[in-house]
């Protein structure tokens, strides 16, 4: 088997807490469950990134370091605020899979609509075969055929049979139906005389019913088969279609416009520039989008410039009922988004107790007529664009579709490697879950947990999670993991 690499330690050269106070990582490297004991105020000195409230104390002091940053659940829940259901749309059955019925589907009619036969074979009066059995067959004139979809040509009268086929409808006055198998009908065709086949001879006694299927056994007349707010699976699409239904009424799916910023960014396709990197993240996250069932609209690559960025916002302000960004959120001399959000909207919050993706963006920005959007901007780490994206668009998308908030689904497995927890945030370490040999389910890295690395995304399938408050955990120790790629609704919730 092939192991994945270690959690690789990666201690960065200067650690921040709060609004960009350096501390030396042997202050925020500390032991289980001790995480969040106060630091010593000697370890924090200021720098020229502090961008405090002023005006500002002449004295190195403590930083709300917990109030400051919102933990995932906190941030998910400010931000799920701001979303609500979609309106419904009427849509052809097959594009409607996954999205949630925005109305009841009760049945105008049986179904099946008549009595029908389960077995291809032959219709008949059970009490007309009493004594019948392998050794002393009852013989009984076959009075016609019915086939799938046609209707008997009369009733069944009593001393014959009727030669039916599956699904096709009951003659009146049969009350059972005896498979081809329990009958001479093999020696018949065998011997060459199936045409000139008059009558029948069965081996088998029978009860009223058996292989007849009533007329509304699966669904009857008049019954609430599917109420809105199912989420329509394949077997739903299924039970709509057998109630007639061409399209059906369904919470519309979000349009996300995806823009991504950044000057060394280029376009997938186009032939590779030095000191440029190809633009991932609007690939993965309107991926990531789709999967979560939204249309995505990749929109383009702005320039590290409020004025291109503002650009190209106007275009998808227009449309998008949510709009995601990625990168420009952090402390760089050239991330604007944030500066954009403050001047064309509202900032909601910024700054996630995660890793990866500390620095996230949340608010509205103004769109035409007044209507707030809401903007999700994700980190430009690709990692931390993906993790980002799967903690808070993808509720986003929920939501919006009439799913309400699904939780994650989760399994626990046994870690391979451990995990490492720098700074007190909840770690998400991409991992590859897997049965082994005895049953258990365990863990392994996918190798370097750098958020540049993509790679680690591409081979997960899973992100096991470390608490915030606990500094490592170890090989050997259970660990809860989100399944990346489980539909969330996978088991109900009672
Ligand atoms: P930033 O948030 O602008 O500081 O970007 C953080 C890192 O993510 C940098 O290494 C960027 O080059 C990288 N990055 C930003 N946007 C993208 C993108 N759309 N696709 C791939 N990498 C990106
Ligand atoms: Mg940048």
Excluded at 143 to 150: D, H, K
Excluded at 361 to 372: E, I
Aim: contains cysteine; glycine residues 10%; proline residues 8%.
């Amino acid at each position: 088997m092939v192991r994945g690499k270690r959690f690789e330690k990666t201690v960065s050269p200067r650690l921040t807490v709060g609004n960009g106070w350096p501390v030396s990582p042997r202050h925020v490297i500390c032991s289980r469950r001790n995480m969040l004991a106060p630091r010593t105020l000697s370890a924090m000195t200021p720098d020229k990134q502090h961008e405090h409230s002023k005006p500002h104390h002449d004295r190195p002091h403590r930083h709300h370091y917990d109030a400051e940053m919102l933990s995932v659940e906190e941030a998910r829940e400010r931000i799920l605020s701001y979303f609500s259901r979609l309106d419904p749309v009427e849509v052809d059955l097959i594009d409607a899979l996954d999205m949630v019925l925005a109305e009841d589907l009760v049945a105008p009619f049986d179904v099946p609509p008549l009595p029908n036969s389960a077995m291809d074979g032959y219709a008949v009066l059970s009490s007309d075969l009493v004594g019948a059995s392998a050794s002393s067959a009852v013989e009984l004139p076959v009075a016609f055929t019915v086939a799938a979809g046609a209707l008997p040509e009369g009733p069944l009268v009593a001393g014959s049979v009727v030669r039916i086929m599956t699904g096709a409808p009951l003659p009146q006055g049969a009350d059972a139906v005896v498979p081809f198998e329990d009958t001479d009908e093999l020696e018949r065709r065998a011997k060459g005389d199936v045409d000139a086949q008059d009558s029948i001879g069965i081996k088998l006694t029978a009860k009223p019913g058996d292989n007849i299927r009533a007329a509304g056994e699966d669904i009857a007349k008049g019954e609430m088969v599917l109420k809105a707010g199912t989420r329509l699976r394949p077997g739903a699409i299924g039970v709509a279609a057998s109630l007639g239904r061409g399209t059906v009424r369904a919470y519309r799916r979000p349009v996300v416009a995806i823009i991504s910023t950044g000057d060394e960014l280029m376009t997938p396709g186009e032939p590779h520039q030095p000191g440029k990197i190809y633009n991932s993240n609007a690939y993965s996250i309107a991926a990531e989008v789709k999967r979560y069932g939204g249309i995505p609209k990749i929109s383009g690559i702005a320039k590290d410039t409020i004025e291109s960025l503002q650009e190209r916002l106007a275009g998808a302000l227009a449309t998008a009922d949510m709009i995601v960004t990625s990168a420009g959120v952090s402390k760089g001399d050239y991330d604007v988004v944030k500066d954009v959000l403050a001047k064309n909207g509202a900032i909601a919050l910024w700054s996630v107790r995660m890793r990866p993706a500390k620095p996230l963006a949340f608010g509205t920005l103004n769109g035409p007529g007044g209507r707030k959007v809401p903007h999700l901007g994700l980190p430009g780490n690709p990692v931390s664009a993906m993790v980002a994206f799967e903690q808070f668009g993808r509720a986003a998308i929920h939501v919006m579709m009439g799913r309400g908030e699904l939780p994650k689904p989760t399994v626990q497995a046994i870690l391979d490697d451990p995990v490492n927890n720098f700074d007190g945030r909840r770690v998400y370490a991409r991992v590859i879950v897997y049965q082994a040999p005895d049953g258990v389910l365990r863990a392994r890295s996918t190798g370097t947990q750098s958020s540049g690395a993509l790679t680690s995304m591409a081979f997960a399938n899973g992100l096991a999670i470390c608490p915030d408050d606990v500094s490592k955990m170890e090989a050997g120790e259970t660990v809860t993991v989100e399944m990346l790629d489980w539909p969330e609704d996978v088991f109900p919730h009672r």
